[in-house]
């Protein structure tokens, strides 16, 4: 087996070089005319946005900085201004039932014509019908209407009076109505006086006053009918008045909305209601009231049924809207009802509907946070609900969960044409998708943006654009080639692989911003190298206060982390950690004991409850990988146990499983392992080094540490083969490893990995089946052998079985 070499420093970070098209600064280049890398969501976007059938909403699914809202909204303003704008909504009062108010629907910018329509009728019906009603011939004609029903009662009642005097009755008008009484000497007899007469006369007097009470009672039963007829002559005077002075403003306003049949219709019944209702509304004087003003004047009077409320204008659009709605609550979204309070009670009409999200976008597009939208309140199901039935209702939370039986306006619903775009994480996508049957049905076009693109002269190019794009539109200084070329390579770091770009907006827009900053306190007219990275070292140096703590106690012997000798059962391992957007690598003290057991390696992480399920399977794997590569007819009589040193925290990841498989063997081969090389990569059941994350940050890390402890220039770390085409290391990394102060390996096999840290022969397997005597191997196997000697001599002698580290639990 050939040594391992160290990488050359060609392969730790990989520059732009002639990749990059030639230019002097970024005034030169055109912008980006169309989205980096995102060539499957545009073509997702393209059919969400041409397919008219229902349940062909979108889900943007992607990394939070993809850019992805910014990309999906340029995209339909885009579409937008091609399609006809919608139509305008009004609603207006309904007539026959004022509960219920009436949806309009106008072409765009005509309902503001029909509001001012009609507020122009009532300014002048306030002036008019008065006028008209305070005109002589409309006097006159009451005038008669008056004298015909005065002239009715003095005929009646002059009858019976002429009559009940000849008969010595007079007809006595008192506070109670009418009274017939006997009249004796011109005067009213008294009851007294009366009873004094004879018995014979009193049977007269009485039977005449019956008749002419008689009389007297058919009279007055046909008085409400007199009245009736009176009030019915005098409200039909008011309807001719009223529709003679009408007919004429109304014309006016009809003839413009002639084409439009619903307002045709709703401007009919307007006429006929303020025919009925002209003296209620216009001609009684308003009645005074004691103490102070109402706090809105006039908000509640009757004339307000004559109004328009203007729901949704269209009037300034051109093309259909394209609407966000950063809370989409669910009265943001389908509209609510407000009241007023007046004189302690709380009121409400079409006026005070409002519109919501959903009535904002109709006929265009609605872009919604996903996880805002599922995170609030009834906001998920109100959508759903809608887009289901193709219409939009106004309901209160009250109403939809019938919490209240108070009486309240039920609108018209509106029809929904719209087309939803959900902005969201893909993990809720994929939990919407497996929890939400209805989902699936609503959202079916996916639109999944790349978080990075691969890296090739035409992309770098495309990137150089972008750079320039999103330089013009936050009006920053231009950037020079090298300052662009180190943008790009920063990346490639951030998608960690040298043969892909990021796609994130969010970060390099930060950057760009950033480096404009340094530009403009030095006082430089063009963005150079220098202040990108500038801007890329204070992005670090603000997020690494916990990194540097640290690696200092590293440095301090606080965390006990060796760089030099060997050691026997003990590597250093590399972690990543993440806090925010900031990740970083530090090294971690793995130790391994090995001993006669039951055949059981002890992950002491997961015994302790620290250990996720991917270190276990890590570890499971060691224990697979020494049963199949020692002994492999026999059962292992191995008592080990693994642990990560000094850790206090949840472990998980299988990165380190190479790492915890070198210094198992070591401990079971007591062979020492090198501590001047860290080691990272996970391992399979054959032996096969598998590539892992974060492997720039590890090497960074153990690169500081060997720094702040002294370089020795024998230093370095081991990575896994497949993941060499993902180095992009920092600049000093790279200057040390050119400079042979640090060094990188690349193993492809655990027997190369081993063959490194121990500097000895690891040996492959002869065909006499053992391997070559003095190997590492051929170590292993021979304690291996001794502990199953052991074993069975403990066990034919009846001895104390060993004492074991093992966890008798559900576990392991």
Known sequence: MEPVKRLDPGALYRDCGEALPAF??????????????????????????????????MFAL????????????????????????????????????????????????RAAALNDAMRRLVDDLRVVLPASFSAAEYHNRRQIIEERLKEKHEQAFGGIDRRAREQNIALVRTPMGFALAPVRNGAVMQQEDFAKLPEDEQEVINKKLQELQEELEATLRQVPQWHREHAEEL?????????????????????????????AEYLHDLEEDIIDRAEELFLKPREATDGPAPPISDEMSALRRYRVNVFVDHGASDGAPVYFEANPTHQNLVGRIEHLARFGALLTDFNLIKPGALHRANGGYLVLDARSVVATGFAWESLKRALRAGQIRIESLEQLLSLTSTISLDPEPIPLDVKVVLVGERLLYYLLSELDPEFADLFKVEVDFDDDVARSPESTALYARLVTQLARALKLRAFDRPAVALVIEQAARRAGDSSRLSAEIRPLRDLLCEADHYCSVEGAGCIGARHVQAAIAAQRFRASRIYERLTDQIAEGTILIDVAGTRLGQVNGLSVTSLGSFSFGRPARITATARAGRGTVVDIERAAKLGGALH????????????????????????????????????????????????????????????????????????????????????????????????????????????????????????????GRFHIYGVSTIAEGLGLLTGQTVGERQADGHYPEGSINARIERRLQAFTEKMKALAGTGGAPLISAERKDDDG
């Open 235 to 263: 409200r039909q005077l008011n309807r001719e008045v009223t529709r003679l002075t009408v007919s004429s403003l109304m014309e006016a306003i009809r003839k413009p909305f002639d084409d439009i049949p619903a307002v």
């Open 24 to 57: 002097d600064t970024t005034d030169e280049l055109p912008s980006l005319d169309a989205p980096l890398g995102q060539a499957r969501a545009v073509s997702a976007l393209e059919l969400g946005m041409a397919m008219r059938r229902p349940g062909y909403n």
């Open 62 to 109: 992607g990394s939070s900085g993809s850019g992805r809202l910014e990309m999906v909204e340029a995209a339909l303003t885009h579409r937008a201004k091609l399609q006809p704008t919608p139509s305008d909504w009004c609603y207006v009062q309904n007539f026959k039932d004022s509960s219920k108010p009436r949806a309009l629907q106008l072409p765009s910018g």
């Open 616 to 739: 276990s399977k890590g570890v499971m794997i060691l224990s697979s990988y020494l049963a199949s590569s020692y002994l492999p007819d026999r059962p292992l009589s191995l008592g080990a146990s693994l642990v990560f040193e000094q850790s206090y925290g949840m472990i998980d990841g299988d990165s380190a499983s190479s790492a915890e498989l070198y210094a198992l063997l070591s401990a079971i081969a007591e062979v020492p392992l090198r501590q001047d090389l860290a080691v990272t990569g996970s391992v399979n059941q054959k032996g096969e080094v598998q590539a892992i994350g974060g492997v720039n940050e590890k090497i960074e890390g153990f690169f500081d540490v060997c720094r702040a402890k002294g370089l020795s220039g024998t230093q370095g770390v081991m990575i896994p083969s497949s993941n060499v085409r993902h180095l992009m290391l920092r600049e000093d990394v790279v200057a040390a490893a050119r400079e």
